[in-house]
Structures are given as C-alpha cells and as structure tokens.
C-alpha cells in the first residue's frame, strides 16, 4: 500500500480506501451478504487500506463494519462516517438530532471514537443554514472527545460544478472535504483541488468509477447523449469511448477510472465502493500500479475536460 497525509489532519491514509456506501453498499444492494461483506473488510486491511468511510444512511453498513472490525486493533484503522443534515421535506435537523445520529454511529460502529465526522451531501443553497445551525454543536462533539476531524462531503447529482465546496473551502473550517473527481468529472480540478492544496484541506476522492465506468450501457447512453448536443465530437466511439485507455498495464476501463482518480496530488485518498474481494484486490492493484500515460490524461481532458461544468456525468 502507499499511504499519504490528509491535509491538516495530519493522519497518514492509504492511497486506496474502501466505501461502504455507493450503488453496493458492501454488497448490501447487489449481491453481497454480511459475510462477504466482511470478508471485504477483513481484506481491506491485510492489503493496508487504513480508511473505511460510511454513513448514518447507508443501511447496515456502520453494524457490519462495527462487527467486521470487532478484535482488530483499534489503532490500526481509521474510520469516517456522517450525519445527514436534513430532513424528508428538505429542513435542516436540529442539533439534537446530530447528536443522536453520532451517538447511534458510534454504538453501531463500536468505537469510542469516530476519526473523522462529516456533513454529508450539503448543497449550496443551504450550505450556509446548515453551518451555522449546526457546526458549533459539532465542535463541542469534538471536545468531547466523540470524535476527532470535522468533514464535509458534498451531493454531487445537483452541484456537478462543485459551488457547495467552493464556499466550504472560502470558510477555511474543515478538516476535510469528501469530492467526486474522475475521468468524466474533472472540475474539481480547476477551483477545488488547488484550493483544497492550498488550505491543507485533506481531500477524500469518492465515486471514481460508480455506474458510467462499471457499466457499458451506462457509458454508452452518456457518450451518445453528450454526442447529440454536441458536446462530443460525432467521430467518438458510443461503445468504446474510453477503451484506448485500456491498454498495457491498464486492464479495464474501471481500472483507468481508479488510476485517474488517484493520480491528482492534492487527493488523499480515492474511495472504492464493492462487495467483491475480487473486485477489491483489482481495484487496489490499479490504484498502487503505474500511473496512465500522460498522453492518455491528455486526450481524456481534450474530450471531457471542456464539459465538466455543467453537464459532467451526474451518475
Ligand atoms: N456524498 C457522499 O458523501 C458520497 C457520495 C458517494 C460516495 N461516497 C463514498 O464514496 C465511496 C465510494 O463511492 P462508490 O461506492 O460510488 O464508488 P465506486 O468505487 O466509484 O463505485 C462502486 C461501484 O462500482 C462497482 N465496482 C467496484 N469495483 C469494481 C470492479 N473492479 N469491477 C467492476 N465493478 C466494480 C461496485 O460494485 P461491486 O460491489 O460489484 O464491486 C459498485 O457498484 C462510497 O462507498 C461512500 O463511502 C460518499
């Protein structure tokens, strides 16, 4: 494994990081069961990933890491989880529901203390409602030793141009932020990571690959809508848009999509979401393997780079 820093944190992450959310949710959602989600977990850590992230909403996936990691060394992982700060209808929780979401985080994942804890999915719009309702209820968590870094993670589907963490990186008030940055998603590389870099703001790469990269049909739809508005040249490929990227010591298109969203220096650490050891150990090769070659990132932002503002894949 290769490890880095998280920004300010200081906590030194392995390069390549597991997701207990996304479409599988260990497995949850696809074609997992708790014992192969934890044989998942249990992996993770011999090949050295020291970083599981999850969340208050992702179904089990806080009672199964809790259990998973029962008898492993408390020092010898990090744990990220969130809270998600508003309701049904759209209004923001109060503090003592934060509160609560901590303490059954902290139940269900058996730990004492939750390393880094984030605002999940916060748009812009109500970015600034959300802090100032809640974030000093949160640093008194941190005093009390609940936990120990304060992140902010942002909901990519409706803020592809990432506006929620530009304000979040102007207040200059977290630890961490969680970005989707990846082959068909490059903005965050015009405003977010040199920012991030410049703050010391550590970054956490999540959804790298999700459904666009890991399904062909997926890939294909975007490629051809991109195509008919005029965004992609009429000449690209609808099946094999991206396969000049698989070639050499690039096995697939996932692969590619792991390595990218490795690749920028101000990211910590990418995030991978599976129910699959097989899926796992493939995907830690990728992320530890050579880099793509530079004339392959060349040609991904000569193609996708110009569309990364508005219309970047939401998936
Ligand atoms: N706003 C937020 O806070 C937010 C949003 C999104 C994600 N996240 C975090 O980021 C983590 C990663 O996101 P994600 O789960 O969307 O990540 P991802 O790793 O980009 O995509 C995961 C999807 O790809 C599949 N997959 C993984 N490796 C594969 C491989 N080698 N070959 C084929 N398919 C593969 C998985 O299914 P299999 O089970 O079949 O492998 C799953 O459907 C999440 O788990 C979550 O912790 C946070």
Not at 106 to 134: N, W
Not at 204 to 227: A, G
Request: hydrophobic fraction near 40%; glycine fraction near 8%; charged fraction near 25%.
């Amino acid at each position: 494994m290769r490890y880095r820093t998280l920004g300010r944190t200081g906590l030194t992450v392995s390069l390549a990081s597991l997701g207990t959310g996304g479409p599988s949710r260990l497995g949850q959602q696809t074609h997992g069961d708790a014992a192969k989600a934890r044989q998942v977990i249990r992996r993770a850590l011999e090949l050295g990933v020291n970083l599981i992230d999850s969340a208050a909403n992702y179904g089990d996936s806080e009672a199964i890491l809790g259990r998973a990691l029962s008898g492993v060394a408390r020092s010898s992982y990090l744990v990220a989880t969130k809270f998600f700060p508003y309701r049904d209808d759209g209004s923001i929780i109060t503090t003592e529901e934060m509160v609560s979401s901590c303490e059954r985080s902290l139940r269900r994942l058996s730990v004492d203390v939750i390393d880094i804890y984030q605002f999940h999915s916060v748009v812009p719009e109500s970015y600034r409602d959300v802090v100032d309702r809640l974030y000093p209820a949160v640093v008194r968590l941190r005093e009390q030793g609940k936990i120990r870094f304060i992140g902010i993670t942002e909901y990519f589907f409706p803020d592809p141009a990432h506006k929620m963490l530009e304000l979040a990186l102007a207040d200059d008030l977290w630890d961490t932020i969680m970005v989707k940055y990846g082959i068909l998603n490059l903005s965050a590389e015009w405003q977010v990571l040199p920012l991030a870099r410049k703050r010391n703001v550590g970054v956490i790469n999540m959804s790298p690959v999700r459904v666009k990269l890991t399904r062909p049909d997926e890939l294909r739809k975007v490629i051809c809508r991109w195509k008919e508005t005029g965004l992609l040249p009429g000449d690209v490929s609808d099946e094999g848009a991206l396969d000049f990227l698989v070639r050499g010591p690039v096995s697939s298109v996932v692969a590619a999509g792991y390595k990218f969203g490795a690749a920028h220096d101000a990211i910590a650490t990418v995030l991978f979401g599976t129910g699959n050891v097989t899926h796992l150990e493939e995907n830690i090769e990728a992320i530890l393997g050579p880099p793509l070659p530079v004339a392959d990132c060349d040609r991904v932002r000569q193609l996708f780079g110009h569309l990364a503002e508005s219309e970047g894949d939401t998936g």
